[in-house]
T-cell receptor, first 115, second 110 residues
Framework: AAGVIQSPRHLIKEKRETATLKCYPIPRHDTVYWYQQGPGQDPQFLISFYEKMQSDKGSIPDRFSAQQFSDYHSELNMSSLELGDSALYFC??????????????FGEGSRLTVL | GEDVEQSLFLSVREGDSSVINCTYTDSSSTYLYWYKQEPGAGLQLLTYIFSNMDMKQDQRLTVLLNKKDKHLSLRIADTQTGDSAIYFCASGTGANNLFFGTGTRLTVIP
C-alpha cells in the first residue's frame, strides 16, 4: 500500500540558509500535518492543512511557512535557519473524517541538520 | 497544555510480556494512542482507544485505560526482537490536538 512520502530524507544546511521539505500524502487523503521532533524529544505539532487551506497551527516559528497544493502535496519552507531547527520533520496524512480520531499515517521523516 | 509522561527505558527478554505505562493530565482527552518508532523511521500508529473504553485487544497488543487515574498501558505479549523500538503514548482530541509523551525505548534481549 502507498504510504506518505517525504523528501528529502536528509538535508544539511548552514545557519541563515533556507530549506524546503516536501510531503506527498497517501492517495485520497485530504489532510496533511507537519510535526517536528528534536533530538530525544517527542514530536510537536507545527501546522496542518485540509483541502489546501490551513486548518490549524501549532508551535510553528514565524520563519517557517507551509502550504498544500492542488494535488494535496505539501511543502514546509524554513528560512533563516538556526541550529535549533535541526530535527526530524514528520509529515502525516489522514482523511478529514478520521483526523479527529488521530488516525494519522506518518512518513519516515526528513532529517534536517543545520551547521 | 497536556502533560504526557512515560518511563524512558524498558528491557525484557524475548518471549516475555512487555508493559509500557503512560500517564496524562487532560481529562478531556477523547482518544489515547500508542505509536511505534523504529530507528530512523516514522511513527507508526499501533492502536488507539476511545476514552470511554477501558480495554482494547488487538492480536499481541492489549491496551488498558484507567480514566480515573489517567493511566494508559500497552502490553505486548510474547515480545519479539522486532518489537525493539521507541513507543510513544499520545493523548488528545484529534490530530491537531495531539500531545505525545517522550517515548519509552523498549529493548528486547534475545
Amino acid at each position: 500500500a502507498a504510504g506518505v512520502i517525504q523528501s528529502p530524507r536528509h538535508l544539511i544546511k548552514e545557519k541563515r540558509e533556507t530549506a524546503t521539505l516536501k510531503c506527498y500524502p497517501i492517495p485520497r487523503h485530504d489532510t496533511v500535518y507537519w510535526y517536528q521532533q528534536g533530538p530525544g524529544q517527542d514530536p510537536q505539532f507545527l501546522i496542518s492543512f485540509y483541502e489546501k487551506m490551513q486548518s490549524d497551527k501549532g508551535s510553528i516559528p514565524d520563519r517557517f511557512s507551509a502550504q498544500q497544493f492542488s494535488d494535496y502535496h505539501s511543502e514546509l519552507n524554513m528560512s533563516s535557519l538556526e541550529l535549533g531547527d535541526s530535527a526530524l520533520y514528520f509529515c502525516a496524512s489522514s482523511l478529514a473524517d478520521r483526523g479527529h480520531t488521530g488516525e494519522l499515517f506518518f512518513g519516515e521523516g526528513s532529517r534536517l541538520t543545520v551547521l | 497544555g497536556e502533560d504526557v509522561e512515560q518511563s524512558l527505558f524498558l528491557s525484557v527478554r524475548e518471549g516475555d510480556s512487555s508493559v509500557i505505562n503512560c500517564t496524562y493530565t487532560d481529562s478531556s482527552s477523547t482518544y489515547l494512542y500508542w505509536y511505534k518508532q523504529e530507528p530512523g523511521a516514522g511513527l507508526q500508529l499501533l492502536t488507539y482507544i476511545f476514552s470511554n473504553m477501558d480495554m482494547k485487544q488487538d492480536q499481541r497488543l492489549t491496551v488498558l485505560l484507567n480514566k480515573k487515574d489517567k493511566h494508559l498501558s500497552l502490553r505486548i505479549a510474547d515480545t519479539q526482537t522486532g518489537d525493539s523500538a521507541i513507543y510513544f503514548c499520545a493523548s488528545g482530541t484529534g490530530a491537531n490536538n495531539l500531545f505525545f509523551g517522550t517515548g519509552t525505548r523498549l529493548t528486547v534481549i534475545p
